[in-house]
């Protein structure tokens, strides 16, 4: 049985318990969003992301401004994530009830506030503050890939779902490098300000762009939110893609919270301009989501999922392996670029996993119930990011208590659980 036909059934069990929501009218089988309109949603959501793991490269230098010790200064990454989950369960269900365009351009709106509030920020605690509401403020890209799959037709929903997605993708991967290549010739609040003018002129282009479209809905809000509760106990391939992400991107959040100061740190002695450049490794993430949604308009979710998982694996052995205070004793300083070299292959194969387990979590997860989009990604998409904001959390205790060995370790832990759930799941199915 084919993974969508599977989605569709279970789909069927929670009718009568999901408040009603008229579901709107499936697209024509002809019908097409056209590639340079798909191409400006990814864009645009590329660039409202820049903000959202920026603070990750710059824990060393925010640790300096404000005399911080670095575990503390890595809640930077951990509330700006935390703040994207929350955004993700109170934020973005309301696409589904509320007009389209007024949700995203005040979202945007608050979003440059927020952005400017980082970049002014006196203390630590109205950067804590100012960091949450970047992120809650971040969800607009949800919003955005929602509205997204229901302009695009049944037949390549999941090629256009993964185009859009690169562009989350190709934002998260891109603002780490961004940021540190900015704070080697800038001071860090620098980068914050700019995103913030990028943000603004970004919404005066979407206001003219999104077109309003108001769901024509029998519920209220209240009973909205409530109904995400149920959604979630009674759809299992939601659960079970959530779960995978949970785990994978508390790993992720584990390597690239830790990576900065690993880089920085006797045997790399890496700049902000070198950490940038091996953050780029993990563009190679954006270029696997096209693929990545085909095989999951060719029904092979399953099977790749695992893969995906292993490839997460391989990469924090790799990356375990790869630095000095790790579990090799090769890793060296008269081995240094076999070392990096090796921690940057680590890095590929752990972007690699991650990626295609989300985009074929996303493609799933959106067959699910076309009229509840909205809820569905901002559940799928919001428990993951806890995993991230917990990930992020532990990076930096991790770090403090037995170095790289310690961070490694605990990443392919992550890994390691996220394999065994697919693993069960598939001995499940035979």
Same mark, same amino acid.
């Given at each position: 049985?084919?993974? &969508?036909?599977? *989605? ?8 009568? +318990? ?8 499936? /697209?024509?089988? !002809? ?75 005040? &979202? ?16 630590? %605690?109205?950067?804590?503050? $100012? ?5 809650? &403020? ?46 080697? #010739? ?29 769901? &024509? ?37 584990? #390597? ?14 890496? !700049?902000?301009?070198?950490? $940038? ?31 995906? *998982? ?23 300083? +008269? ?5 990096? $070299? ?34 569905? /990604? ?5 428990? #993951?990011?806890?995993? !991230? ?7 930096? %205790? ?6 790289? $060995? ?25």
């Amino acid at each position: 049985m084919s993974t &969508t036909t599977e *989605h569709f059934r279970s789909g069927d069990n929670v009718a009568a +318990s999901v408040p009603a929501i008229v579901t709107p009218a499936a /697209n024509p089988p !002809g019908a097409r969003i056209g590639r340079a309109r798909v191409l400006f949603f990814a864009t645009t959501i590329a660039i409202v992301v820049l903000s959202l793991y920026a603070s990750q490269p710059l824990i060393g230098l925010i640790s300096l401004s404000f005399h911080l010790p670095p575990s503390t200064a890595a809640l930077v990454p951990t509330v700006t994530l935390l703040g994207y989950a929350v955004g993700l369960m109170f934020l973005v269900p309301p696409i589904d009830l509320l007009p389209n365009r007024r949700l995203v351009i005040t &979202t945007m709106a608050f979003m440059t506030i927020a952005l400017t509030g980082v970049a002014l920020a006196p203390t630590p %605690t109205l950067l804590f503050v $100012a960091s949450a509401l970047v992120g809650f &403020t971040s969800t607009v890209v949800q919003m955005l890939v929602s509205i997204v799959a229901g302009l695009a037709s049944d037949h390549d929903r999941g090629r256009i779902v993964g185009t859009v997605q690169s562009g989350i993708i190709v934002g998260v991967l891109v603002s780490r490098p961004l940021a540190s290549t900015v704070s080697q #010739f800038f001071d860090w609040r620098i980068h914050y300000g700019a995103i913030a003018v990028l943000i603004a002129f970004i919404t005066f282009i979407l206001s003219s762009v999104i077109k309003e479209k108001r769901p &024509t809905t029998e519920t209220s809000y209240g009973a909205l939110i409530g109904s995400m509760c149920r959604l979630f106990i009674q759809e299992s391939s939601l659960r079970r893609h959530a779960a995978y992400q949970f785990l994978l991107m508390g790993g992720f959040s584990v #390597f690239w919270t830790a990576a900065a100061l690993r880089l920085s740190a006797a045997l790399f002695n890496l !700049g902000q301009l070198g950490i $940038a450049l091996f953050a780029f490794a993990g563009i190679s993430g954006a270029l696997i989501a096209p693929f990545a949604g085909r095989i999951g308009d060719r029904g092979w979710t399953n099977r790749v999922t695992l893969l995906a *998982h292993a490839s997460a694996i391989l990469g924090f052995v790799l990356i375990g392996l790869a630095a000095d205070g790790g579990w090799s004793i090769w890793a060296t300083a +008269s081995h240094t670029q076999a070392s990096l $070299a090796v921690l940057l292959l680590g890095a590929v194969l752990l972007d690699l996993g991650v990626v295609t387990d989300q985009v074929l979590g996303r493609i799933a997860i959106n067959t699910v119930r076309p009229e509840a989009r909205g809820r569905i /990604n901002a559940l799928y998409t919001g428990v #993951f990011f806890v995993g !991230g904001s917990a990930g992020a959390a532990l990076a930096g %205790t991790a770090w403090m208590r037995g170095g790289w $060995a310690d961070v490694s370790a605990l990443g392919l832990a992550f890994s390691i659980a996220a394999f065994l759930l697919s693993t069960f799941r598939s001995i499940q199915r035979q």
